[in-house]
């Protein structure tokens, strides 16, 4: 799919009221029924919507612009669509415009309602963290009964009708107020608002139409999270009771410490130990990075602390376009315990070099006074 940005044709910097105008613009130039000619305005209308659902949501456009497509679109079941839920284009269309898409009638049945959303934690690797992974991640949810087929109804039977709404799953009532008449809808007691009444409940749900299992899920990690970051599976969750459309699954993702690197925005930061030969000498050595061994020369001289940067070794960014940086930073390790032949060399090398050290009976008197505190 198109970038959401070109489809709407607006900038990455655009306000909400921007987004919302060019999406009017937009829906009302490539509606199906003024289009009626043209067999690819539907689709060219349904990606503009999409695109619409995503930028007009704060939270959904941040995931967008931080992960691209992958942070928004992670898949959807049964007739959820996976840009906005159980709702459709639908509903999109009708908060913008009024009425429905097509020039259906608004509202409806009731119907059963929609499952309840659940939340689980993740724990992932620096690695899966850095480069994306698919991760099995089980819940505990509500799903479909197979006895009944989500029904409710017992074998051999099936809901009937409710007979006080007439299947509409709402009552109506008319009142008089000081303005007239006044008529207010609300779901049927019978029922509660399914429209059908169950009269030989399943035996294996007891009518709810959903049992209690725990299914893994693969959820899609995209590359470049981090902890604290949400990834949203709509449609994944509980379904509702009797048939009803599921809800949500927000996997809120932790990223595990790893023993060499951490992350420091888009760059990954690692220590490499060296002795004080190497650092006065220069050396080559080869260093494990996230993609494989790299070979990195220090030259003769390299202080403590000297950070040396292997470009597009980092975390992936934000926006698709390429990765942060490897950032090595030199440590220079000072023995604790020297044998005689190195000391004796590092004597000769700081009166070469006129630096003033302690005589080498100063030591053994200092060690063998703090045995005696």
């Known amino acids: 799919m198109a970038d959401f940005y070109e489809l709407l044709g607006v900038a990455p910097t655009a306000s909400a009221d921007d987004i919302k105008s ?19 305005a539907e689709e060219q209308f349904k990606a503009v919507a999409a695109a619409y659902a995503v930028l007009s949501d704060p939270e959904q456009r941040a995931r967008y612009d931080r992960f691209g497509e992958a942070g928004v679109q992670s898949g959807a079941s049964g007739g959820s669509d996976p840009f906005f839920g159980s709702g459709g284009l639908g509903d999109i269309f009708e908060a913008v415009f009024g ?37 099995p991640v089980t819940v505990r949810t509500a799903v479909r009964c197979t006895n009944c087929s989500g029904s409710g109804a017992g074998e051999g039977t099936k809901p009937v009708t409710c007979v006080e709404c007439g ?18 809808a609300a779901p049927c007691p019978r029922c509660s608002g399914y429209g059908e009444v169950v009269v030989t409940p399943c035996t294996t749900c007891r009518g709810e139409g959903r049992v209690i299992e725990q299914p893994t899920l693969n959820v899609p990690v995209p590359a470049g999270v981090d902890t604290g970051s949400t990834l949203r599976l709509s449609g994944r969750g509980p379904v509702g009771p009797r048939g009803g459309p599921a809800g949500d699954v927000y996997v809120h993702l932790r990223v595990q410490p790893h023993e060499r690197f951490h992350r420091d925005g888009d760059d990954v930061v690692a220590v490499l130990p060296i002795s004080i030969a190497q650092a006065a000498l220069g050396t080559s050595v080869s260093f494990a990075t996230l993609d494989g061994d790299e070979q990195l020369t220090v030259p003769a001289g390299t202080p403590h602390g000297r950070e040396f940067k292997l470009r597009g070794r980092g975390v992936p960014r934000a926006t698709g376009r390429g990765r942060g940086d490897l950032r090595v930073v030199v440590e220079v390790v000072v023995p604790s315990k020297l044998s005689r032949a190195q000391e004796e060399l590092l004597r000769r090398y700081a009166e070469e070099a006129g630096e003033q050290v302690l005589p080498a009976d100063a030591g053994l008197l200092s060690k063998i006074r703090s045995a005696f505190r």
């Open 99 to 135: 009425g429905g898409m097509f020039g259906g009638r608004p509202g409806g049945p009731s119907g059963p309602p929609r499952g309840q959303d659940v939340e689980t934690v993740v724990d992932l690797s620096f690695e899966q963290a850095v480069f994306g992974a698919t991760v």
């Open 167 to 184: 299947g509409v799953g709402q009552v109506r009532r008319v009142r008089q107020s000081l303005l007239g008449q006044m008529v207010t």
């Open 22 to 40: 060019a999406y009017r613009r937009k829906a009302r130039e490539l509606h199906p029924d003024a289009n009626p000619d043209n067999p690819s």
